[in-house]
């Protein structure tokens, strides 16, 4: 499982700038740098990164007062992620696997990560897409679209705004009526939120619920009860992005599917692929040993 203390200095490096957007006085900026150092120091750093994360932030919005510090950067994303959506679609359909293409699409969305040292600016996005369709992709893309067809039941975890439009792409390829989306359940970093699910136009093609927790992950003793007994329920569950895995790698349940761009190089060695990998992977929950 992936650990905090890995990210620590790409955890130090998000906050300064969260800061340098949201407290602009110095002042202010060095007693909440001092505060969320002081967090960071008596924290456990076995912790998931998501966990540790969302706690930080907890702190920045409570001492700023805003809620949502990322909003002006979600809302670019969307914009330039939307203004591509017809053009890659064109791509899709003239694609000789349509299937592969939309998900190398979706895991392309997912360097609009302002959380990750390798995030890319939606200035950069259209050059990006064009580079990682030529891009190789580690994963059985076929084996998950025949899991997809055998499932009565589907959840998708997404991650980013942004990347929540690539997403589209992908589910617009998946048996639709098995399908609902899950988003946070409330802003942190450029996490999708229900409102850009909304943006996306998810809520008119599939379900779409939120998750109850404002972690960017999936930890589940932190999400809803309802949002628990909807993942449990799922004979599929297809979960986007570094957040998830680094939330949901040590789930003991099958039938579980990352798609992710890879970030770290502790999550390449766990993985077993380069730093920039497009990866799509089943997880295999370790075999139950007995004492018998």
């Known amino acids: 499982m992936n650990t905090a203390q890995a990210c620590i200095p790409c955890i130090i490096r998000q906050t300064a700038e969260v800061l340098a957007a949201t407290a602009p006085d110095p002042a202010q900026k060095e007693?909440?740098?001092?505060?969320?150092?002081?967090?960071?120091?008596?924290?456990?750093?076995?912790?998931?990164?998501?966990?540790?994360?969302?706690?930080?932030?907890?702190?920045?919005?409570?001492?700023?007062?805003?809620?949502?510090?990322?909003r002006k950067v979600k809302r670019e994303m969307n914009r330039m992620a939307a203004s591509l959506l017809p053009e890659l679609r064109k791509q899709i359909r003239s694609s000789a696997n349509p299937r592969e293409t939309a998900a190398r699409l979706a895991i392309a969305g997912n360097l609009l990560d302002s959380g990750a040292k390798t995030q890319i600016s939606a200035r950069d996005l259209p050059e990006h897409v064009t580079r990682v369709l030529k891009q190789s992709l580690v994963g059985d893309v076929t084996k998950l679209f025949r899991a997809a067809e055998s499932a009565r039941d589907i959840l998708y975890l997404t991650d980013n705004a942004g990347e929540i439009f690539f997403d589209r792409l992908l589910i617009e390829e998946l048996p639709l009526k098995k399908i609902t989306v899950a988003v946070r359940g409330a802003p942190v970093i450029n996490d999708a939120t229900l409102k850009d699910a909304k943006d996306a136009g998810l809520p008119g093609l599939v379900p779409v619920i939120n998750n109850g927790s404002d972690a960017p992950g999936t930890i589940l003793a932190d999400c809803s009860p309802e949002f628990r007994k909807r993942f449990k329920r799922a004979e599929l569950i297809i979960a986007k992005g570094q957040g998830n895995y680094e939330s949901l790698a040590h789930a003991g349940r099958p039938n579980l599917w990352f798609l992710l761009t890879v970030k770290c190089p502790l999550v390449a060695s766990q993985l077993k692929t380069p730093v920039g990998s497009l990866a799509v992977r089943e997880h295999r929950p370790a075999p139950h040993r007995s004492d018998g």
């Not at 120091?41 to 920045?60: G, S």
Request: hydrophobic share 40%; no cysteine; aromatic share 4%.
């Open 31 to 70: 007693i909440l740098m001092r505060r969320i150092l002081r967090e960071i120091a008596k924290a456990d750093w076995d912790t998931t990164p998501p966990a540790l994360v969302q706690r930080i932030h907890r702190i920045i919005k409570k001492m700023t007062g805003d809620s949502d510090p990322y």
